[in-house]
């Protein structure tokens, strides 16, 4: 069950990054600054697009690694254009794609801290997964979609769900 | 495993419930139109936040139902007030309550066939989980997140998270 999560994941980083090539496209032919679109947000005291982008990363290696039992990899936000959060799309599905099956052999019981706004969060494997962790990644995977079709980009449902 | 989405799916929709509240209190103290938020879209094209509240109970529903082996019950999309959709997730939480462990023997290999777009797709009870139900579960409950969070309701991602 918990090693299934791990193309689950990858999948929609791919349609993340296959969303994000489109809005780069859609500035170029447009002329329009791509910080227009990556510095967006919906409400001023909400995260920009980039920062959406680099939480739904940090959320997809934060599952792979914490069920794995392995720490989780730091990627430092300084991400600034497309083609720089493309490589972080790239080497979160990369560090995924390292784990295998036996990573996860009694993921669902491992205890896993974690620190909110300064609390510690404890849970198990599985309560991390379905309660947590899951519901934070499709939160900003979703925010960085609603963002670009608030701005105009031309995507839809299928974009947000991969399908070819 | 699979039963233990179900106190997930309610702890959203509840936070969902006290997110739409605080919409509704909203309005109220600031003489907003309720329908000023019930009718709001983040574009054009996508859908109003009544319309969100609606289909994040159908995929609650529809997980609890189709893993559960049982008919999804069937909602017509009628609920027009804040009053209406509240009484919606309640329903649907009413719904989910009366399912219990044993509903979800087999439930990861169970076949599974939906239409989306008009095409069937088929999956296992796990692959619709993970792969297509959750992914839309979440994708809903966050843009009527979104929508209220880009109209100014001061709500923040506790609120989400269904955090005391």
Known sequence: MFDSYVPVLIHFLKAL?????????HCAARKIDPEA???????PDMYPL??????TTDFAKGIGAR???LPVPSYPDVEMSFAELQARLAKT????CTLTKSHFDGAETRPIAIKVAGQEM????????AGFALPNFYFHLTTA????????LEIGKGDYMGRP
Do not use: D, P, T
Request: charge should be positive.
């Open 37 to 43: 679109l990556l510095g967006a947000r919906l409400y």
């Open 122 to 129: 404890n849970f198990s494997g599985g309560e991390y997964l």
């Open 93 to 96: 599905m990369e560090f995924l």
């Open 50 to 55: 980039r920062r959406q982008v680099q939480l």
């Open 67 to 69: 069920l794995a039992g």
């Open 145 to 152: 979609y609603n963002i670009l079709r608030h701005n105009g």
């Open 17 to 25: 990054s296959a969303i994000l090539k489109k809005a780069e496209s």
